[in-house]
T-cell receptor, first 114, second 109 residues
């Protein structure tokens, strides 16, 4: 494969359940990102990682956690899902350090929390 | 605060030209990106501007004025496949992208 994969493609989840969204890239990019996209709003950054072993909080981190054990994988965990976390989640990656480096996006995970 | 503004929706005719504007106020500036996003799909990169002026790539061009906090994306010879949302994003002083809500472009025959 070439690029970024995300799993699952879609999920319906009961409120209060724990859920991990998976993201894997094979481009050896050092930076990875998690966004959520809601109707009428721009992509909002949840968490990011500039390099393996480090993570940082974005604009909307509450209720989410991430880890970056290696270069390729960047899972996003919802510890106890709430209906306001219903959204489309995109994982992205890029080279970090050059301002012009574009971000490449995975196909997204559509999550519904009931 | 940080803010990216772009029109919510625009309509244009196949074969015509359309200009999508973006204004921004951000903490620092390290470049401006345009992405295309078809319904139900992921955003894909279109263009990058960091210096003032026009960058041309085939049917698509992007312009930047840093002093005015303004950019536009120009699409020429519109095709039906250009129907999509166009996202403007600015890389701020922390090297993170701040995104506009996107402009939905509808192309009519």
């Amino acid at each position: 494969i070439a690029g970024i994969t995300q799993a699952p493609t879609s999920q319906i989840l009961a409120a209060g359940r724990r859920m991990t969204l998976r993201c894997t890239q094979d481009m050896r990019h050092n930076a990875m990102y998690w966004y959520r996209q809601d109707l009428g709003l721009g992509l909002r950054l949840i968490h990011y990682s500039n390099t393996a072993g480090t993570t940082g909080k974005g604009e909307v981190p509450d209720g989410y956690s991430v880890s970056r054990a290696n270069t390729d994988d960047f899972p996003l965990t919802l510890a106890s899902a709430v209906p306001s976390q219903t959204s489309v989640y995109f994982c992205a990656s890029s080279e970090f350090g050059e301002a012009g480096n574009e971000q490449f996006f995975g196909p997204g995970t559509r999550l519904t929390v009931l | 605060g940080q803010n990216i503004d772009q029109p919510t929706e625009m309509t244009a005719t196949e074969g015509a030209i359309v200009q999508i504007n973006c204004t921004y106020q951000t903490s620092g500036f390290n470049g401006l990106f345009w992405y295309q996003q078809h319904a139900g799909e992921a955003p894909t990169f279109l263009s990058y501007n960091v210096l003032d002026g026009l960058e041309e790539k085939g049917r698509f061009s992007s312009f930047l004025s840093r002093s005015k906090g303004y950019s536009y994306l120009l699409l020429k010879e519109l095709q039906m496949k250009d129907s999509a949302s166009y996202l403007c994003a600015v890389r701020d002083s922390n090297y993170q992208l701040i995104w506009g809500a996107g402009t939905k472009l509808i192309i009519k025959p």
